[in-house]
């Protein structure tokens, strides 16, 4: 065997050097997988490739120390080292480095070798994927006596992952673009060069041509892999006894395949780039380790989503960055509920068998309804559920008994997936806490602060509630029916226990039986002219019994008693606390205002926004609206910055 070095050697069989060669290589991507190339003018600039129109790109790949440089060296570009060679064990190809072979027109990226060491395997497996779903032309390069069988589950899982992620969003670049030459109509053609010593290269034991193609597709074939994605694979083998490497058949191999264009043209240098940053935008970012899957190259973990739901560790299914496409998260299978997320939404059921999903939220009042009149009917009739599409559908305690479960009834239940940073369920449902405190904090400062009117409001509309069916309604008497005196707002209405109008004081001071209308033998309120007519003698009465009323009565100031002192009984910061949306910053955090930065005094209030969560001082919160994509459907305190 020669004593020559294996360069100076490959260098004799080297085809001779051409003029206009192009200039050394240069860094495309890096092992981050970032792009260093800023623009197409750049990118064309660093490739001296401006006054070219149409053009095809090869890649190689293989193991670390395989010689892919070398190969590229030699059999493109007349042995001139271009692309970096080196006799140290550290590789000499990190990331991708690209090259421009002008007479055949060829866009050449070297890659970085498997099972090299790197601290960014991840990485360079996806990056290498987008390598190949840019080239025209794949280059598999092992130097061994035997095609391993990495090799073949690496194109196997290559062509695979092709398929499934990489020929969809290629397309979707050929749409943006409005590109003539569609980039997925097929995958590249893959040329497995494989270099022995001692042994016969594949299908050298056959006269047949092709022989060698069809072996190869047998292995693939018996290892249960596939190669559709890619537009041929073809083998070329070499054995080299005494050095240098024949790199003739390989250059034979490579021009075919770059003049043939039946299924693959040529396109302009600027689409490659178009389409390789679209793919580095697309899947990027970390992949976790302990989530992959070991027994293939392109785990699904290396261009699917990264987030997982909160509540049962599913992991969303849809490509990276689908957010930026306004795409939501969504993953296979049911999630399961926890207390924590409070992850189950409830549906309204007509809605649903109609064909429209409308979502309906456990609120303390319905959207039609004042903050006051709202607490009032929280505290007499639960909580309800009201349908933007049909209205109020269900109330906690509309009967005094027999009231059905809402999800047997009018909605239907469904647990959804917990998305980091989605907000969906804290806007929904932690903040009724908060919203029970602001209306208990209105009752409250309006009566103190203000006038008694809020709470004459409330008792007529409780006594609305309780009031029998002859009773005429608060709001329909605007004036004594004895006096024809006009009410004044804060002025108490009276009903005849007789004959059910209402009546100012004076009008209205009498007392008698009335078990007629079902109060018994007891004396109660009624008019001047019923009081004058004395009582009524009737066999039957048509109205609800005595203990009913008594119940009712009974049960609506019980439960507002309760209601309004439990709020109030505990300290106000414990109160505030346990009552703070997710999205409020905690108020031991606020030292000075969002809006003017004025810093907070031990004697300021702080308020937070209802919209976006950050404490602001008075002077900077006075304006109130309503937000309902946070839940509040009546007008609240929002800073200034929000409101503008």
Avoid at 10 to 29: H, I, M, N, Q
Avoid at 49 to 78: A, P, Q, Y
Avoid at 318 to 333: E, R, S, Y
Avoid at 545 to 572: C, H, M, N, W
Wanted: net charge neutral; aromatic share 8%; with cysteine.
């Amino acid at each position: 065997m020669s004593d020559l070095p294996l360069r100076q050697q490959d260098e004799l069989r080297s085809p001779p050097a051409r003029k206009g060669l192009a200039r050394e290589s240069f860094l495309l991507l890096n092992e981050s997988e970032t792009l260093q190339v800023k623009n197409e003018a750049e990118f064309l600039d660093m490739l001296d490739c401006h006054t070219v129109d149409s053009i095809k790109v090869l890649s190689i790949f293989g193991n670390t120390g395989d010689g892919k440089s070398h190969t590229l060296n030699h059999c493109l570009f007349g042995g001139k080292e271009l692309f970096p060679t080196s006799p140290l064990q550290d590789s000499c190809t990190v990331g991708i480095w690209a090259a421009y072979e002008p007479k055949l027109r060829l866009i050449v990226l070297d890659t970085e070798g498997l099972l090299g060491a790197t601290a960014n395997l991840n990485q360079r497996m996806r990056l290498l994927l987008k390598v190949l779903a840019v080239s025209d032309v794949v280059v598999y390069r092992t130097r061994a006596e035997r095609l391993h069988n990495d090799m073949f589950q690496f194109l196997g899982n290559a062509s695979s992952a092709y398929l499934r992620y990489f020929t969809p969003e290629l397309r979707a670049v050929s749409n943006r673009c409005g590109l003539e030459v569609p980039l997925s109509s097929l995958g590249p053609a893959v040329v497995v060069f494989q270099e022995t010593t001692r042994t016969n290269v594949l299908g050298s034991e056959s006269d047949s041509p092709g022989q060698a193609d069809i072996l190869l597709q047998k292995r693939f074939h018996d290892l249960g892999l596939t190669t559709e994605a890619f537009n041929s694979v073809q083998y070329v083998g070499v054995q080299t006894i005494i050095p240098p490497t024949d790199y003739s058949g390989l250059h034979a191999a490579i021009q075919y395949q770059v003049k043939n264009t039946t299924t693959r043209s040529p396109r302009h240098p600027s689409i490659v780039f178009s389409a390789l940053k679209a793919l580095s935008e697309r899947f990027c970012g970390e992949i976790p380790d302990e989530r992959l899957n070991l027994y293939s190259f392109f785990p699904d973990e290396y261009f699917t989503c990264s987030c997982v739901c909160l509540s049962c560790g599913v992991r969303c299914k849809n490509g990276m960055n689908h957010l930026k496409d306004h795409i939501p998260h969504v993953a296979d299978g049911l999630c399961q509920y926890t207390h924590q997320f409070n992850n189950k939404v409830l549906i309204c059921k007509k809605c649903y068998e109609g064909g429209r999903e409308m979502i309906v939220i456990p609120k303390t009042s319905a959207a039609s309804d004042n903050p006051w009149i709202g607490l009032a009917k929280y505290a007499w009739s639960g909580y309800v559920l009201e349908c933007s599409n049909c209205g109020i559908i269900y109330r906690s305690r509309q009967y005094w008994m027999g009231n059905q479960d809402p999800e047997s009834s009018v909605v239907r239940s469904e647990v959804r997936h917990v998305w980091p940073g989605n907000e969906t369920f804290s806007i929904n449902h932690q903040n009724a806490g908060r919203r029970v405190l602001d209306g208990v904090n209105f009752v409250i400062q309006s009566v103190t602060e203000y006038s008694s009117g809020p709470s004459k409001a409330v008792t007529a509309w409780l006594t609305d509630q309780v009031a029998p069916p002859y009773w005429k309604p608060n709001a329909d008497i605007l004036v004594c029916k004895g006096c024809r005196k006009r009410f004044a707002p804060s002025e108490r209405k009276h009903h005849c226990r007789s004959c059910g109008e209402g009546f100012c004081q004076d009008c209205s001071s009498k007392t008698m039986p009335v078990p007629e209308r079902g109060w018994g033998s007891v004396s109660v309120r009624v008019c001047n002219a019923c009081y004058q007519q004395g009582p009524r003698i009737s066999k039957e009465s048509k109205v609800e019994p005595t203990g009913l009323i008594a119940r009712k009565v009974t049960e609506v100031a019980q439960s507002t008693l309760d209601f309004v002192s439990t709020a109030v009984e505990y300290p106000l910061g414990f109160v505030k606390e346990v009552a703070r949306p997710d999205y409020w910053v905690p108020d031991n955090e606020i030292v000075k205002c969002h809006n003017c930065s004025i810093p907070f005094t031990p004697m300021m209030s702080k308020h937070h926004c209802r919209s976006c969560g950050q404490g602001v001082c008075d002077h900077c919160s006075t304006k109130r609206r309503p937000v309902p994509s946070r839940g509040w459907d009546h007008p609240v305190r929002i800073c200034d910055e929000c409101c503008s």
